[in-house]
């Protein structure tokens, strides 16, 4: 049997997944200019809020993707209040170091709670399949690639089609010009720090049933986040979704020709090619800020 | 009335001071061009206008309300606009994308100004489905200005109008300022370094030196008086 169309697949739905994990980490980058070391954990979080929610109380991790992202959507308009907006009016490094501290204090505060045990969601569908002829694709798979596109379409038409999308759009393209024609960028970067870290925590709910998971998962899981953001290139949905493909196939078809031990090595050289060749990325927006 | 009123403004950059003791007003539906030399402080001086820089000392009076602490958005929800120098515009947007940004802060009438604009420049209707990016110099301008004016504003400060435009594209859009001004009754400053076209258009100016404001009258006087001609219009 002709494995392609089975690893095109496969790469395809774990594209997809990548391209809306990463949205927040890049939407942030884009629009706030700070690169949030912390992205990584925020994801476990939601997958830890998902996992208790499923193991204490039943609900599926699906049916749950509003309350995390409605947890992630405080949480980091309170970080942005409390903590970043003091720190990014310095100097750049001064965000790093701070959501670097963020995300070993999340890290070690998911292991106090929950140690560092590899932990997953067993939801009654993880081992249904569907066979489409040769292709064979877990419910579970198939469940996050269409919730994926629904939540990054929803990111999109949210940033193209309404007032507030448009603001955040244009604090990212010309801070100063978004300030006279009289739109607040401290509230933008309030409202931005929000839906990135919301969409960081429900990420996490479909990270959770996808794969196990440890509270030291996190610096993977942002490294990943920085690869689709670099390959993609910032500033819009599509540039998410093109570098969550790329990541998706260059994962899937290494793991598979070289073994898994090469993935990693593969997305940095990919990573390290992209910054040197076309630091816009594939599908950076014109006229957007390149990586 | 006056629209604008400023006393003893001081501004600069960091350690840097700017604008020195700089008096000036605007009265209703004037047109006030401002001049001068490179570095002298004009574009300084509408960035403290429109808030994105904080004046160091002096007073701001918009239409005889105090707005030194005001935000920058606080002043163009009260009415004040800026087409800045470099335009500023959203290159990665539409052009239409640009003009409705410029409705922020005044949304319900986002339509009716977009129709307004489309009017004044017919080059953005044709371009409307176009990045800014994408435009000429000339149409940057004057989306600049069109964006400004989505916000029905009630001052309008318009740096280095006709920085890199052809002379007939410079005409254009200076006929269509002084339609604007009779239609809309908008007062206006204008920051511009050809000299006889901020007098052209202006019924009064300022002449800014160092950050200082060191001569001022109305155009027409102005463009009478030997030192301007012989400084600004090499006239000898």
Known sequence: ?291 | MRVLEVSDLEAGYGDVQVLRSVSMHVNEEEVVAIFGSNGSGKSTFLKVLIGTLKPWGGTLKYMDHHIEDLPPEERVRRGMALAAEGRKLFLGMTVEENLLLGAWTNRERSKENLEKVYTYFPDLYRKRKDLAGDLSGGQQQMLSIGRALMSNPKLLMIDELSLGLAPAVVTKIADVLLRIREEEGVSMIVVEQEVSLALDISDRAYVFDLGEIVDEGRSEDLLRRDSIRKTYLSVL
């Open chain 1, 1 to 291: 049997m002709d494995i392609i169309p089975q690893l095109i697949l496969e790469s395809l739905l774990l594209g997809a997944f990548y391209a809306f994990m990463s949205l927040g980490f890049s939407l942030t980058w884009g629009v706030l200019n700070i690169i949030n070391l912390a992205y990584g954990s925020y994801i476990l979080l939601g997958s830890y809020l998902a996992y208790s929610l499923y193991t204490y109380l039943g609900i599926d991790p699906i049916l749950s993707l509003p309350v995390s992202f409605g947890a992630g959507f405080l949480l980091g308009l309170l970080t942005q209040r409390v903590l970043i907006d003091r720190v990014m009016r310095l100097e750049p490094f001064m965000v790093l170091i701070l959501t670097f501290g963020l995300d070993i204090f999340l890290a070690n505060l998911l292991n106090l709670v929950f140690r560092a045990d590899v932990r997953s969601i067993d939801v009654p569908y993880a081992e249904r399949s569907f066979i489409l002829g040769p292709l064979v694709v877990t419910e579970v798979k198939v469940a996050v690639f269409l919730l994926s596109l629904v939540l990054t379409g929803s990111v999109y038409l949210l940033l193209q089609r309404t007032w507030t999308g448009r603001s955040i759009r244009a604090v990212a393209l010309d801070r100063e010009g978004a300030q006279i024609v009289g739109i607040s960028p401290t509230r933008v970067f309030l409202i931005t720090s929000g839906l990135g870290t919301g969409i960081a925590l429900s990420s996490g709910n479909l990270y959770g049933v996808l794969q196990g998971f440890t509270p030291f998962d996190g610096g993977m899981l942002t490294v990943k986040a920085f690869l689709v953001s670099i390959v993609g290139g910032l500033g819009r949905v599509e540039s998410a979704l093109a570098g969550g493909l790329f990541l998706g196939f260059l994962e899937v078809f290494t793991a598979f020709y070289l073994g898994e031990g090469w993935k990693f090595f593969a997305s940095l050289i990919a990573m390290f090619l992209f910054l040197l060749l076309r630091p816009r990325g594939l599908l950076g927006g014109k006229y957007y800020g390149e990586t």
